[in-house]
Nanobody, 116 residues
């Protein structure tokens, strides 16, 4: 069974950085890529970027290019989202996501708060 567990959220000031982690089980990077989405209060969940062994990083949102990047450690089954130059509009709950081509899997989310 696929499981995703996010961690690393917190509060930072504008211009600061955070690194989120997504620990996963039930699959390997040879099987699927991993993506990050976020949901701001009152808004729909939006895709940010994903990473796969085959394709590397794919950006879904132009506004994260140059500020967010992903990496992974296949030895410990963990994917990372490095976020730099955070702004108040980046606030929200960040979710790890896997598309197994049969169904979507989501983590429980981790809260990111950015103060101006």
């Amino acid at each position: 069974e696929v499981q995703l567990v996010e961690s690393g959220g917190g509060s930072v000031q504008a211009g600061g950085s955070l690194r989120l982690s997504c620990a996963f089980s039930g699959f390997t990077f040879d099987d699927y890529g991993i993506g990050w989405f976020r949901q701001a209060p009152g808004k729909e969940r939006e895709g940010l970027l994903c990473i796969s062994r085959r394709d590397g990083i794919t950006y879904y949102a132009d506004f994260v290019k140059g500020r967010f990047t992903m990496s992974y450690d296949s030895g410990i089954n963990t994917a990372y989202l490095q976020m730099d130059s955070l702004q108040p509009e980046d606030m929200g709950v960040y979710y790890c996501h896997v598309d197994s081509f049969v169904r979507d899997y989501w983590g429980q989310g981790t809260q990111v708060t950015v103060s101006s």
